[in-house]
């Protein structure tokens, strides 16, 4: 994949306004989350650690992430303009490829800074609030929290390549994270499998047969699968 492609890629995705928005959304989610929950530790009386307060964001900020894992193919797709792609870039296989570094890279830059900015919330207003913060646990959680979130925004990516819509995809990869994964977590011990669970011991670390290690590379698992089913569709079948 020539940087040409990449670069034509992330130009049409640079213009692209609900990819802005998706990036403010998951900004300002971290932001509103971690803010409240120093609040609420002000009201408390108690301490606060700024790792946890970030983490605490992490099942909310995966929202605006998955919408901005389904845009960049999904968008393509709801207007026809995948058609227009293919002709400008007839190599499938280099055209899909383009598109998933670029979203891999936008993916990436919204998660750095979700949860940046909720670090940033937590510090600052843990002090206008003067809530003490205990000593920072395992900050490696907070990198970890970042792979996690680019790992559900990967998995959104192809789901959106392997559906084609962008409204399907989405409502899949939501079902699936927000409402399946939790319930599922309830009912069965098997639903540590899930790509979420799995990937989740990146900054969770809680499960007692899957590691910081084990875990994400179950949700690799889940990506590469079905990333396979849509670069085989995306492929072999017209546009």
Known sequence: ???RGLAAELDKLRTLPAIGFAIVGAVLTGVVIAGALVASAAAAGTPASVVEIVLAAVPFVQVP?????VL??????????????LVAMPDRARALAGKTMAATAVVGLGTALSVGAALTTGVIAAGVAEVTLTSATAPWRLAGAVGYLTIIGLLAHVVAVALRQLVPALVATLALIVVISPLSAGLTEHARWLPDRAASQLYADTDALLTTATGPL?????IAAIGTLAAVRFIRLDP
């Open 1 to 3: 994949m020539g940087t």
């Open 65 to 69: 992430i998955i919408v901005l894992g």
């Open 72 to 85: 960049p193919a999904g968008q393509e797709y709801d207007g026809r303009q995948i058609a227009t792609t």
């Open 218 to 222: 179950g949700a690799l698992a889940w």
